[in-house]
């Protein structure tokens, strides 16, 4: 017998969205500024989490901070590889030197919204 236990840690609360810059950024690691609003992730850097769902003016938007959450593949990932933030907010297979933010834990092809990390709480280093 098998189980499909799907744990996602969201935070709530967040302000509506200021504008529709994030409207096409579903599955990619962000960061909550200090007023409240998200911004993809820097490549390399520690995010807070992932978003869940694009998010357009006056909504607010939903922000994955652990657990398993689906991410935006730049690349090919495949099951084991760790994950750092790529050049464009997604996932893409962590490198020397790189901030660690997951591993995989389901596959998928480059540019889909098919792979899921298991979220590392914390900075992890070197691969």
Known sequence: MSYNIDIVHDFGNLPFAADNTNADNRGKFVTIQSTGQVAVAAAGSRPHGVLRAG?????????????????????????????????????????????????????????????????????????
Do not use: W
């Not at 907010?89 to 792979?115: C, K, N, P, R, Y």
């Open 55 to 127: 998010v357009t003016t006056g909504f607010s938007p939903a922000v994955t901070m652990g657990g398993f959450p689906y991410v935006l593949a730049e690349e090919a990932l495949s099951f084991g590889d760790y994950v750092a933030v790529g050049a464009n907010g997604g996932a893409a297979v962590a490198t020397t030197g790189d901030t660690i933010v997951g591993v995989v834990v389901q596959e998928g092809a480059a540019d889909t919204f098919e792979a899921r990390i298991k979220f590392f709480d914390g900075a992890n280093t070197a691969v």
